[in-house]
């Protein structure tokens, strides 16, 4: 794995983004309603770059009152299982905190059993389904939530976390050396 960063999406992502939103999502996103997100002051985009910039993944998350509901969150096929949607998700947690949250929700595809693995790493717990919820396919979404993120427990739970996070960043670098 090469060393990943984790910025602020903006528009000269797209192209990158929407390749992996297509390679990934039955039904997904278009320019158009990115451009639309990145907009909102509610919203926050992230992208997770190789050092050539070369975006691996992204997610996304609105921010109301004190809840965080995650919007979005993809791995480019060839980068799965390395991490990258833990960095990403590091990142948005910490933003969402910097704003305010006290408790995130997001929908999840029922069979998506290692989207759900992560979640639960982050204190996400399972409280109900949503039937037929992704149009294109019928499937159903699972329903998650963390409350009190901004709690001790989930502060530790967060930097360990953080510390994995840094520790595989780091791994990387000197292994490309």
């Known amino acids: ?17 929407l390749a992996i939103e297509q390679a990934v999502q039955p039904q997904p996103w278009t320019e158009g309603l990115f451009l639309a997100e990145l907009a909102e ?25 004190d809840e ?4 979005t ?10 991490g990258i949607a833990s960095h990403l998700m590091v990142e948005l947690m910490d933003e969402a905190l910097a ?3 006290t408790a995130a929700t997001l929908e999840v595809r029922t069979e998506n059993h290692a989207a759900q693995r992560l979640y639960a790493r982050f204190g996400f717990a399972p409280v109900g389904v949503r039937p037929g919820y992704y149009a294109a396919t019928g499937e159903d979404a ?4 963390a409350h009190d ?9 967060l930097d360990g976390l ?15 050396r």
Not at 68 to 71: A, D, E, L, N, Q
């Open 1 to 17: 794995m090469t060393a990943v960063t984790v910025r602020p999406m903006v528009p000269d992502h797209l192209p990158e983004v």
């Open 149 to 157: 993120i901004d709690g001790a427990d989930a502060a530790r739970r």
């Open 68 to 71: 965080m509901h995650v919007t």
């Open 73 to 82: 969150l993809a791995t480019s096929a060839d980068h799965l299982r390395r």
């Open 162 to 176: 953080r510390v994995a996070s840094a520790t595989a960043r780091t791994a990387t670098l000197e292994g490309a």
């Open 99 to 101: 704003r305010g949250a």
């Open 142 to 145: 699972l329903i998650m939530w």
């Open 41 to 65: 002051p509610t919203r926050a985009y992230r992208v997770a770059l190789d050092p050539s910039g070369t975006v691996l993944g992204f997610g996304g998350i609105l921010v109301a009152v």
